[in-house]
Structures are given as C-alpha cells and as structure tokens.
C-alpha cells in the first residue's frame, strides 16, 4: 500500500517570491510521482510528474519538482510566484511494478496555496 | 481542456436515491478511472475500468458501481444514497500504458439532501 503526506495544508506567499510545497511518499515498491493542480471550480491538471532518469523534474507555468529517493520526497518548488498560481496542488502516487495504468493515483491531502499581493 | 467530458455538471437529489454519473474519455484513452473528492476524505481512488473490463478497485463502497461501455464511456451509479455521498466525483483517462498519466474531467458535484 502506498500513501502520500503533503505536510502543509496552506501556504502563503508573497507575489514574486519563490515557494516549496513539500510531499513526501510512503511505498514498499518503486513508484511513479506526480502533481497536479487544482484551479477553484475546476478539474485537476497536471504539473509535472517523474517516472525515471534525472531527479529533477521541470513542468508547466514554470514549476520544477526533485525527487529524493532516500528521503521519499518530491516537493514542487517555482521560484516565482504569480497571483495565478492561487490554486490547490496535489501530490500523486502511483505504483510502477503492476505497469498498464493498472492502479489508481493515491493522492496527499493537498496544499492549498496563497499568494498575497 | 482535458479532453475529458463529465455529465452532469451538478447534481441534488435526496437520499435514498439513485444517480448515474457520465464520462467520456479522451479520443484514443482505453482507460477510465472514477475518483471521489470530499472535504473529510480528499480525494480517493474508487475504480478503473480497461477497455470494457474492471482492472483495480479502490475504496469504492458495495452501493456504488461502474461500467464501461463499447464505446469507451463510463457510468457511475450510486445507489441508496446518503448525506455523506455528497462530494465531487472526477473521471479521468489514460491510454492505460506503463506510466499512468491520468487526464481529469471538470467533475460532478453530487448533493445529497
């Protein structure tokens, strides 16, 4: 089984500042790893997601994501937020050995973040 | 736009009552997967369904089921319905190979009262 803790349910920052959301996974089996994002009244789109090779992962809206294996982490950085960036972001896992999108993602609680002007 | 569609967009019924959820993958996706988003569980993982066959099963409750259609849509029903079922219900879609990139619909606020 799998689970996912995303350690801060709310982050606030200022405009233009950087910011880390911090996700860290739990899984006796190799796994794939995603974030996705969820706009107010909207479906869940997704970031960015590391399935192999370099740690460093670079999405969309300009977010960038690292995976620590030993630290069974994969938090989301962008080194400069906008007022846009206002929305819930979710980290996903997923379970590489059974291969053929054969399990659901099992998902974090969600961080919900702030930007202030 | 995913390129997924959900129908309906909201939904209020009463409890007790049955409903059925609609979704229609991306052109080319053999894979739907049906989600449940709640404010006291988050999002939970409740079925998948490959190319017309059940393929995992998650915390999906013995009122609820699924099925994928010929044409590759899906339908959740939910049945006996209850104050607790209200929540968004997300369809995603894959192409069901290895890396499970999961595509999401808009979702169907269901309300129970």
């Known amino acids: 089984a799998q689970s996912v803790t995303q350690l801060d349910s709310q982050v606030p920052v200022f405009e233009e500042a950087p910011v880390e959301l911090r996700c860290n996974y739990s899984?006796?089996?190799?796994?794939?790893l995603f974030w996705y994002v969820q706009y107010p009244n909207q479906g869940l789109q997704l970031l960015l997601k590391y399935l192999s090779g370099s740690t460093l992962v670079k999405g969309i809206n300009g977010f960038e994501a690292e995976f620590n294996k030993s630290q069974t982490s994969f938090h989301l950085r962008k080194p400069s937020v906008h007022i846009s960036d206002t929305a819930e972001y979710f980290c996903?896992?997923?379970?590489?050995?059974?291969?053929?999108?054969?399990?659901?993602?099992?998902f974090g609680k969600g961080t919900h973040l702030i930007i202030q002007p | 736009d995913s390129g997924v569609t959900q129908t309906p967009k909201h939904l209020i019924t009463a409890t007790g009552q049955r409903v059925t959820l609609r979704c229609s993958p991306r052109?080319?996706?053999?894979?739907v997967y049906w989600y449940q988003q709640s404010l006291d569980q988050g999002l939970q993982f409740l079925i998948q369904?490959?190319?017309?066959?059940?393929?995992a099963k998650g915390n999906i409750l013995e009122r609820f089921s699924a099925q994928q259609f010929p044409d590759l849509h899906s339908e959740l029903n939910l049945s006996s319905l209850e104050l607790g079922d209200s929540a968004l219900y997300f369809c995603a879609s894959s192409t069901g190979t290895a890396y499970n990139e999961q595509f999401f619909g808009p979702g169907t606020r269901l309300t129970v009262l």
């Open positions: 996903a896992v997923s379970d590489k050995g059974t291969g053929g999108g054969a399990d659901g993602l099992t």
């Open positions: 899984s006796s089996v190799s796994v794939y």
């Open positions: 369904y490959y190319n017309g066959e059940e393929r």
């Open positions: 052109s080319g996706d053999l894979s």
